[in-house]
């Protein structure tokens, strides 16, 4: 069974910037895509970065040249670097994986961080 452990959210002042980290329990050998979403109380979960195995990142308008998403292949884990931050960005912050199991594809989620952008 899979477990992502986020880390990296906390409180932050506007136009500042936080990392957040999120790390696979164990080895993983087929990899889908990676994704970082975010939901504030009484919304919807929204995509906020999308990373297939193969091709081109995708973003949210709301964080498009402030966010980035990264990868670390050998280590399993998959970061968020937020910049520029506003009080519209304050959520919590979940990681996905979506993984090869053997018989399809499956969606593993971390447990959320929440990120509170505030002065």
């Known amino acids: 069974q899979v477990q992502l452990v986020e880390s990296g959210g906390g409180l932050a002042q506007p136009g500042g910037s936080l990392r957040l980290s999120c790390a696979a329990s164990?080895?993983?050998?087929?990899?889908?895509?990676m994704a970082w979403y975010r939901q504030s109380p009484g919304k919807q979960r929204e995509l906020v970065a999308f990373m297939p195995s193969g091709g081109r990142t995708n973003y949210a308008d709301s964080v498009k040249g402030r966010f980035t998403i990264s990868r670390d292949n050998a280590k399993y884990m998959v970061y968020l670097q937020m910049n520029s931050l506003k009080p519209e960005d304050t959520a919590v912050y979940y990681c996905?994986?979506?993984?090869?199991?053997?018989?399809?594809?499956?969606?593993?989620w971390g447990q959320g961080t929440q990120v509170t952008v505030s002065s």
């Open positions: 996905k994986f979506n993984i090869w199991s053997g018989a399809g594809f499956v969606d593993y």
């Open positions: 164990v080895s993983i050998r087929s990899i889908n895509h």
